[in-house]
């Protein structure tokens, strides 16, 4: 298993984002970033819970 996997996201979509959203705009997107899986398993949980409300909401 690859610790740094981003559970199959592709790099492409990272830059489909970026490109859509616009490198330079200052507005903070909530749960866009997908951790690694070596994140997820070191990341202490109250940090780790809020990753996964972003995701959800």
């Given at each position: 298993?690859?610790?740094d996997?981003?559970?199959?996201?592709?790099?492409?979509?990272?830059?489909?984002?970026?490109?859509?959203?616009?490198p330079d705009?200052?507005?903070?997107?909530?749960?866009?970033?997908?951790?690694?899986?070596?994140?997820?398993?070191e990341?202490?949980?109250?940090?780790?819970?809020?990753?996964?409300?972003?995701?959800?909401?």
């Amino acid at each position: 298993m690859d610790l740094d996997d981003r559970f199959g996201m592709p790099e492409s979509a990272f830059r489909a984002a970026l490109d859509a959203h616009g490198p330079d705009n200052p507005t903070f997107r909530s749960g866009m970033y997908v951790p690694t899986r070596r994140e997820v398993a070191e990341m202490p949980p109250k940090d780790l819970y809020r990753l996964l409300i972003d995701w959800l909401w």
